[in-house]
């Protein structure tokens, strides 16, 4: 006879969590352990079987549905993203399917080699699936300029559009040069906000914009906010509650000049609007080692020659900590289905090498945990949902691509006792199950998540139930299947 369980018949949900609960609803697996209140498989093909979870009345099943680790390692290395002469550090936004945006500095493009010698290049008159208005070729693959790009350049940040993530239209400025320090963007009620740092590493100040096609710059609304630290390198985010949050670097304790002009701490600032009004709250993540209680100081070469009006010195104190500390900045967000992920240059403290760092939360308002890091090099990243994936960009030439948070593959069947006898007497069909995921209409940054659920609303009301669980972890990259939480749903009504 199976181990058996009992809960109370008026519990509608059969939750598996933590770890005394994985511990206790488990009767047997394979290659999987218990750890950290997660099942994580040690093999590449591993099994897991469930006790019989019994009621002392009968009952409908509604769903199995579970719930992996938020921790993301599912990321594939991919050629880079976008045009060829987008330079400097990226910045994205989706706006929906097949309208996904990238900005940078415009550049002569990479790895073209010696041009001299070419005869001038003539643009000719071009069509575009998916674009319905005038087109020109340009001397870029893959690339064509509207009448926006045809504007004259400004010295500060491009936008070019996309449908599909290979062919690229260019709209021409968006930026100025005094505003070229762009770090991150967002989208509203048919705007787009542009933040920049003025000058560079302070006070993030925003752009925006209602017309992304006409090639010139928005409406400058200057400084967003009056930073106290210094830093900057801003990401943003959009809740769904219409709230923009600011996550920026706090260089207040640590010598950023010799850490890649990043920090162990980051400052977390919330407006209703995204252009002024932002208010400081508890930091995103602080990573600070032992303040010693000595101060130090560095110095920035562009605040003064930049904005002598608002900087007198280049020099800046912090407190001395020790011993000495990871640092992270140059901060991206996203939201999935409501857990929030930060993306971040990671320059960690016993090592040269940077790369992109991630971190992760269940709200926008609550402490980040480190999960993990990919790549190699100074990246300045940002992230966007497109094409049904996920598109990590880098200053580097080195991007990646991922489906989602979720690894490939479980396979999960569910059986009832009819009788109350300790044994099934009928099981569904083995099925795999996944998460799903889309866009949410009027946010760049918040994706919705269909979760990886199994119905067993056709299985007969029973006394008891029981899942098993078969894993394979199909991926070549360091991510595994790992399950975090299952929940084991009933119908609220008896067996009718």
């Given at each position: 006879m199976l181990q058996a369980a009992t809960v109370h018949a008026n519990d509608h949900a059969w939750v598996i969590d933590t770890q005394d609960e994985w511990q206790q609803s488990t009767t047997k697996n394979e290659g999987i352990q218990i750890?950290?209140?997660?099942?994580?498989?040690?093999?590449?093909?591993?099994?897991?079987?469930?006790?019989?979870?019994?009621?002392a009345t009968k009952r409908m099943a509604e769903s199995i549905q579970f719930d992996q680790s938020p921790e993301w390692s599912n990321w594939n290395q991919t050629n880079d993203l976008g045009p060829v002469n987008l330079g400097d550090a990226p910045v994205m936004l989706s706006l929906g399917p097949d309208n996904y945006w990238m900005f940078g500095r415009y550049g002569g493009g990479r790895k073209r080699g010696d041009t001299s010698k070419l005869p001038p290049f003539k643009p000719e008159p071009?069509?575009?699936?998916?674009?319905?208005?005038?087109?020109?070729?340009?001397?870029?693959?893959?690339?064509?300029?509207?009448?926006?790009?045809?504007?004259?350049?400004?010295?500060?940040?491009?936008?070019?559009?996309?449908?599909?993530?290979?062919?690229?239209?260019?709209?021409?400025p968006i930026t100025e040069k005094a505003s070229a320090w762009m770090t991150t963007a967002e989208y509203a009620d048919g705007k787009a906000y542009f933040y920049?740092?003025?000058?560079?590493?302070?006070?993030?100040?925003?752009?925006?914009?209602?017309?992304?096609?006409?090639?010139?710059?928005?409406e400058n609304k200057g400084m967003a906010y009056d930073d106290p630290s210094h830093g900057s390198d801003c990401g943003i985010i959009r809740g769904l509650d219409g709230q923009f949050h600011l996550i920026l670097e706090d260089w207040s304790p640590i010598n950023a000049q010799r850490h890649a002009w990043d920090s162990p701490l980051a400052a977390h600032a919330v407006s209703p609007d995204g252009i002024q009004d932002f208010k400081l709250l508890a930091p995103p993540v602080d990573e600070r080692t032992k303040p010693t209680g000595r101060k130090g100081t560095y110095k920035h070469p562009h605040w003064v020659k930049e904005n002598p009006e608002r900087f007198k010195t280049n020099v800046a104190e912090y407190e001395i900590h020790e011993p000495e500390q990871n640092a992270y900045g140059d901060w991206a967000a996203i939201s999935i289905g409501g857990q929030y992920y930060l993306f971040c240059d990671y320059d960690p403290a016993d090592s040269k090498t940077m790369s992109v760092g991630?971190?992760?939360?269940?709200?926008?308002?609550?402490?980040?945990?480190?999960?993990?890091?990919?790549?190699?090099?100074?990246?300045?990243?940002?992230?966007?949902?497109?094409?049904?994936?996920?598109?990590?960009?880098?200053?580097?030439?080195?991007?990646?691509?991922?489906?989602?948070?979720?690894?490939?593959?479980?396979?999960?069947?569910a059986g009832v006792d009819e009788n109350n006898d300790g044994s099934i007497d009928k099981w569904t069909d083995w099925q795999a199950v996944k998460e799903t995921y889309d866009y949410i209409p009027g946010f760049a940054k918040q994706v919705a998540k269909t979760p990886a659920r199994l119905d067993l609303s056709e299985l007969p009301a029973g006394y008891g139930f029981q899942f098993e669980v078969k894993i394979k972890d199909s991926t070549e990259n360091q991510s595994k299947p790992i399950l975090d939480r299952v929940t084991f749903a009933f119908e609220n009504d008896a067996a009718k």
């Open positions: 750890k950290d209140g997660m099942a994580v498989p040690t093999e590449q093909n591993a099994s897991l079987v469930s006790v019989l979870k019994t009621f071009a069509t575009l699936d998916g674009f319905d208005i005038p087109l020109q070729t340009t001397k870029f693959p893959n690339q064509f300029d509207a009448a926006g790009g045809l504007q004259p350049r400004l010295g500060g940040y491009h936008a070019w559009q996309s449908k599909d993530m290979v062919n690229w239209v260019h709209h021409g920049y740092d003025f000058p560079n590493d302070q006070d993030p100040h925003v752009f925006v914009d209602d017309d992304l096609f006409d090639g010139r710059p928005g991630r971190f992760t939360s269940k709200s926008i308002n609550e402490p980040f945990t480190w999960c993990g890091n990919v790549g190699r090099g100074h990246p300045d990243p940002d992230i966007m949902f497109a094409e049904g994936q996920f598109y990590l960009a880098t200053q580097q030439k080195m991007d990646f691509v991922s489906p989602g948070p979720w690894v490939e593959q479980v396979v999960v069947r």
